[in-house]
């Protein structure tokens, strides 16, 4: 299984960290994000990676040349003006040709969730039309995230980019599995620039894709409380690992 690990956003949030080190390396109780991103995807079955860089590339690259690749194969793209996250992967199409599906991850998140399970639900998904499944949270405050209702089958029926009135408290982590048929759909709203799945594909696609409520932790380290909240929750979150 192949992996789009989006890793080029700026950290604004995160000054004066980021001035010196891009927020894909944000240290998590002493490890880099991206070493346990990397680590954690090739325990879910990923043999493959692409992470696009733009904010202190050079670092980003340098991390990758010096990570032991003999069972993941891991590529960078540069991005001199950033695509968005829809963007980088209708740019890097050719990556996951061929593949039935694919995952897609945030790199300023932090999990333990068991990813074999989402490309497994997505496998059912594809079945019945599905181009996308989504990993779901229950967020503490919904105004603040992308927000999915689901019906009883999984099917987003709709979805809300930090809504001021949540329909459900169900809330979009960052990572997704497609499969090939979701290029079709990024094409087709590809005017934007940079192009962003939250805010310009998945509204525009309920009725077309599933979401999966996931078990386990999940952290959006974007802000300097965030990461320090993970520094004191990692240690435990990472000894317990769903499923894996």
Sequence with gaps: MKAFLLAAGLGTRLKPLTDHSPKCLAPIA?????????DHLHTCGVREILINTHHLAE????????????????RTVHEPEL??????????????????????????NLCNFDLRRLARAHGENRKKGGL???????APCPSACGIAVLNAQGLV??????????????????????????????RSHASHRPYDFGLHV???????????????????????????AAQREWPLASRRSHGL
């Design 30 to 38: 002493g490890t880099p994000l991206m070493a346990i991103w990397l």
């Design 59 to 74: 670092k980003v690259e340098a991390f990758v040349r010096a990570w032991p690749q003999q069972n993941l194969r891991i």
């Design 83 to 108: 695509l968005g996250s829809a963007g980088t992967l209708l740019q890097n199409e050719a990556f996951v040709e061929g593949e039935k599906n694919f995952l897609i991850v945030y790199a300023d």
């Design 132 to 138: 996308l499944t989504m990993a779901l949270f229950t």
């Design 157 to 186: 029926t709709d979805f809300a980019e930090k809504p001021e009135n949540p329909l459900s408290s169900l809330a979009n982590a960052g990572i997704y599995a497609a499969g090939p048929e979701i290029f079709t759909s990024l």
């Design 202 to 228: 998945l509204p525009h696609m309920t009725g077309k894709m599933y979401g999966l409520p996931m078990e386990g932790y999940l952290r959006d380290i974007g802000t300097p409380d965030a990461l320090a």
